[in-house]
């Protein structure tokens, strides 16, 4: 089944075509990566996907249903940004949970899914700490594990790791690896590291000046970097 389908999306800023006619699928279940420099495009598509902008034409599916004009709270996708916006007065507990409170869903199913979500990312010892306690790798953890805490059907990652070292970035996408392959998530990530894409991903999405280049399973696009 087809999870994501981008149709003809095309965007302009003032006359700068920022893209172009884009077209592509994420298979359900499949980790995705939309590669390009910077300035391709990348994320006003992730926006686009995500109902944080409004394309110019063009639709999007979210598992198989037009979600072109569809709010962002009822697109069922998670989402996450480079730079963690981690809630700085809560606790780690309280972030992984806040999707949930504000959805209104029960004081020990929040409980609950917290926990399993914790155990998952290994850091179920650091439920009662704050943002500013923990290391860059850690907290990019937390935002994985809150953005899945809803159970999103998509999963939509914005240059996840890029304000992150080299070794803790490999760490990163191991753990994003796992954890796409154990919640069953459909995932794209944007990234600019063609290594990156390589490394963690099923399909990739080569982008530039706006417009797909080339789509296709990593070892048929590239040798390994
Ligand atoms: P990428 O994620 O690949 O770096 P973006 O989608 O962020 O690319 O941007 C594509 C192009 O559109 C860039 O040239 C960028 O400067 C331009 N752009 C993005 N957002 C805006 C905006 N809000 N206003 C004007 N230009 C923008
Ligand atoms: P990373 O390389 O993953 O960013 P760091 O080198 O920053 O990790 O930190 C290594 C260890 O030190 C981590 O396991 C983390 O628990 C701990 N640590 C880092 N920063 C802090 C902090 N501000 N307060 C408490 N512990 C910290």
Request: no cysteine; glycine share 10%.
């Amino acid at each position: 089944a087809v999870a994501i389908e981008v149709r003809g999306l095309s965007k302009k800023y003032g006359s700068f075509q920022a893209v172009s006619d884009v077209s592509f699928e994420v298979q359900a279940g499949q980790l995705v990566a939309l590669l390009g420099p910077s300035g391709s495009g990348k994320s006003t598509i992730l926006r686009t996907i995500a109902g944080l902008e409004a394309a110019d034409s063009g639709s999007v599916l979210l598992t198989g249903e037009d979600a072109t004009e569809l709010p962002v709270q009822q697109r069922g996708v998670g989402f996450v940004f480079q730079h963690y916006a981690l809630f700085r007065h809560m606790t780690v507990r309280d972030n992984i949970g806040f999707g949930l409170k504000i959805r209104g869903v029960s004081k020990p199913e929040i409980r609950r899914r917290v926990d399993e979500l914790l155990d998952l990312i290994q850091l179920g010892g650091y439920a009662g700490r704050y943002p500013s306690q923990l290391s860059g790798g850690q907290r990019q953890r937390i935002a994985l594990a809150r953005a899945l805490a809803p159970r999103p059907k998509v999963l939509l990652l914005d240059e996840p790791f890029g304000a992150l070292d080299a070794k803790v970035r490999d760490e990163l996408r191991t753990w994003l690896r796992r954890l796409h392959d154990e919640v069953h998530v459909t995932s794209l990530f944007v990234t600019h590291d063609q290594r990156e894409a390589f490394e963690v991903s099923d399909q990739i999405v080569v982008l530039a000046d706006g417009k797909v280049q080339q789509i296709g399973p990593p070892q048929v696009l590239y040798e390994k970097p």
